[in-house]
Antibody
């Protein structure tokens, strides 16, 4: 079955960088677009970024544009999120998400918590 | 961006009763609307996509309807595991956007 396992979260100071990873299994990774979605503590869901199946196309939310970079390694079935110049408002659980039958968010990882604090 | 407005924010329901959750989009979505359930401490789970298609393994008591800018999630005969937060989300436009959620709580 589809499995998405995020890692790399932790506590980081404002202005610093962090890289999240999402190890996938149970499906042909290089056939699917992948997203990151985040959720601030006690808040709702916010779409962050998407990467096409081959990595050629990427889109970002305005709130992270220019600071975050999404990438993928199709040889290792792994998705990444490189986060630079982190801010307190980036504190959230970050979910790795695979699209479903259409472009809905069909499969979610368990999430990894990023806390930006001095 | 497409603004998604969910109502009510909180819905108090007795077990066994039905519940109707609403979602309004600021522009037409061409049926590209999904619903998710999130239980405390868990990741969201896809319930409905394409406005009305249940995802794999989702019980028939969950149904979605609507068109254009007005959408509804109906839960018939709520079970204990259905008390959770429900989000609608549009995938017709970029950026993808979610509503703020409806919390379904035990009355």
């Amino acid at each position: 079955q589809v499995q998405l396992v995020e890692s790399g979260g932790g506590v980081v100071q404002p202005g610093k960088s962090l890289r999240l990873s999402c190890a996938t299994s149970g499906f042909t990774f290089n056939l699917y677009a992948m997203h990151w979605v985040r959720q601030s503590p006690g808040k709702g869901l916010e779409w962050v970024t998407v990467i096409s199946f081959n990595g050629n196309d990427k889109f970002y939310a305005d709130s992270v544009k220019g600071r975050f970079t999404i990438s993928r390694d199709n040889s290792k079935n792994t998705l990444f999120l490189h986060m630079n110049r982190l801010r307190a408002e980036d504190t959230a659980i970050y979910y790795c998400v695979r699209v479903g039958v259409e472009e809905e968010f069909g499969y979610w990882g368990q999430g990894t918590l990023v806390t930006v604090s001095s | 961006e497409v603004v998604m407005t969910q109502s009510p924010a909180t819905l108090s329901v007795s077990p066994g009763d039905g519940a109707t959750l609403s979602c309004r989009a600021s522009q037409s979505l061409n049926s590209n609307l999904a619903w998710y359930q999130q239980r405390p401490g868990q990741a969201p789970r896809l319930l409905i996509y394409g406005t009305s298609t249940r995802a794999t393994g989702i019980p028939a008591r969950f149904s979605g309807s609507g068109s254009g800018t007005e959408f509804t999630l109906t839960i018939s005969s709520l079970q204990s595991e259905d008390f959770a937060v429900y989000y609608c989300q549009q995938y017709n436009n970029w950026p993808r956007t979610f509503g703020l959620g409806t919390k379904v709580e035990i009355k």
